[in-house]
């Protein structure tokens, strides 16, 4: 068996890798690329809008949790205290 993988070059190796790992990379890479820049420009903004875009981000998930009763387990009771105050996805009946 090592005489099999001491034979094989390293562009031999690099080709059995599956090509799921070279995407996975990829996107690892364009994120950073991607988010180095981003994290530079959020550090410019005041903290204010940062506060008020995290409040809007909150309560849209958890609208939508409260709706399609999609939330974790841990936010269950809390959800259940919550839901009867806001309106609720029906189910049709079959």
């Known amino acids: 068996m090592t005489a099999i ?9 690099l080709a059995q890798v599956p090509s799921s790992t070279w995407m996975i990379l990829g996107l690892v890479i364009g994120g950073i690329l991607f988010g180095i820049p981003l994290i530079r420009k959020i550090r410019e903004i005041s ?12 309560v849209l998930v958890s609208a ?6 999609s939330e974790p387990a841990v936010l269950s009771p809390l959800v259940d205290f919550v839901a009867p105050f806001f309106p609720k996805k029906t189910v049709p009946r079959k």
């Open 5 to 13: 993988i001491a034979s094989l070059t390293t562009l031999d190796r």
């Open 47 to 58: 903290g204010i809008w940062i506060l008020f875009a995290l409040v809007c981000g909150s």
């Open 64 to 69: 939508h949790w409260v709706y399609h009763r």
